[in-house]
């Protein structure tokens, strides 16, 4: 049998080949192959989570586009509901109807209604109800969002017909609060009711 | 005293060729760990991106939710606008209505409009002409129709008119 003579040299570069190649197999195996699904993984679910960003995207920029156009559509309405209801400015705008013009705010007597209502007792100087048919138009095209409600009376007064009836007055702040209205409620620092009350006589 | 025809040369404990192929060796490793390295540096960029990603849904539902909210409060008031415009409109309508049908020869001197009654008082010259005139085209409009009289000062009927309506049915 032929002895296999081998440099120093050779052995050291076949130990050195040999150490590499398992450490090669091993890093691949143990180290590398899991860090490649890893990456693979978290970059598929990148790629989900930035799908679904752009869903939510294109639905926040639709609901924008939506609310930008019912804004622009219904301002005139939102500014309405927005307006605080002012009894002065009130009378003053339709005092010209009514001969005596009395604007008390009531407290809500029904809870699931989410708005303010106003009582209105107006005395008018006519001859017939015409007067009271400008004041209804006039109504709708108000700073504020106003409707009439019954019961509506008429009673001769001499040479008047004075009317009373109750009024509605919708107020945004209301429906916006509510959370906040809760709030309140918790702190027990509800402020009391306003009750103004205004006559103007015209003579 | 020479014994060899070659000079005598330095001795190595790595040769060269080792030396080559020690280096390729060690660039094949360091070649493994940056690929590790690159790909530990691409999953945190990975991760950083989904919650960033995370975040910004967070804050664009919320965003939307808002504004959905925003557009169910316009949707409500527009909805109770128009509502409102109509039921006055419709007010007036019927109390106009209401004011046409009364002839000349009958004065009023009290009316209440309720949502499903009606109630009037007047003078008439003769209950005929009551019945006649107004009567009739109030039992068209409702379903009681219940009338008293009695005799006023000038020599005219005064009535008390009271109408309702049975169903519900409201006068808007």
Redesign the interface.
């Known amino acids: 049998m032929k002895s296999m003579k081998m440099s120093r040299q050779s052995v050291y570069l076949l130990s050195i080949t040999i150490f590499l190649l398992i450490f090669v197999f091993l890093f691949a195996f143990f180290i590398l192959i899991p860090s490649g699904q890893e990456y693979r993984l978290a970059r598929n679910e990148t790629n989900k989570h930035a799908a679904e960003l752009s869903q939510f995207e294109q639905l926040n920029d639709d609901t924008n586009g939506q609310l930008k156009s019912l804004q622009e559509k219904h301002r005139s309405v939102i500014n309405a509901f927005a307006n605080t209801f002012n009894q002065a400015k009130f009378i003053a705008e339709n005092k010209k109807y009514f001969q005596n013009l009395t604007v008390s705010k009531l407290t809500k007597v029904d809870r699931e209604t989410p708005f303010d209502l106003y009582e209105v007792n107006a005395t008018s100087k006519i001859e017939s109800p015409v007067v009271f048919y400008n004041f209804l138009d006039s109504l709708n095209k108000s700073h504020w969002v106003i409707g009439v409600n019954f019961p509506i009376h008429f009673q001769k007064e001499g040479e008047f017909i004075v009317s009373s009836f109750t009024m509605r007055v919708y107020n945004l702040n209301d429906d916006i609060n509510e959370s906040k209205t809760a709030a309140k409620k918790e702190n027990s620092t509800t402020p009391a009711p306003l009750k103004v009350d205004v006559n103007l006589t015209e003579e | 005293m020479t014994r060899s025809y070659i000079n005598p040369r330095s001795k190595q404990v790595?040769?060269d060729?080792?030396q080559l192929?020690?280096l390729f060796?060690t660039i094949?490793?360091a070649m493994?760990f940056l690929?590790?390295g690159f790909?530990?540096l691409?999953?945190y960029t990975?991760?950083e991106?989904?919650v960033r990603?995370?975040t910004?849904?967070v804050e664009?539902?919320n965003?939307?939710l808002k504004?959905?909210h925003?557009?169910q409060?316009?949707?409500?008031?527009?909805d109770?606008?128009e509502?409102?415009?109509t039921?006055?409109?419709v007010?007036?309508e019927s109390?106009?209505n209401l004011?046409d049908l009364v002839p000349d020869r009958i004065t009023?001197?009290?009316?209440?409009?309720?949502?499903n009654s009606l109630v009037m008082k007047g003078t008439t010259p003769s209950k005929e002409v009551y019945e006649f005139l107004l009567q009739a085209p109030l039992r068209s409009i409702f379903n009681n129709t219940y009338t008293s009289f009695y005799q006023a000062q000038n020599g005219w009927l005064s009535f008390v008119s009271t109408n309702t309506l049975d169903d519900e049915e409201l006068?808007k």
């Open positions: 790595i040769s060729e080792m192929v020690l060796f094949s490793i493994l690929t590790y790909l530990k691409k999953i990975f991760e991106s989904v990603i995370e910004k849904k664009l539902k965003s939307t504004m959905q925003q557009i409060i316009i949707e409500q008031e527009s109770r606008a509502k409102v415009v039921e006055n409109s007010l007036k109390v106009k004011f009023l001197s009290e009316v209440e409009l309720n949502k006068l």
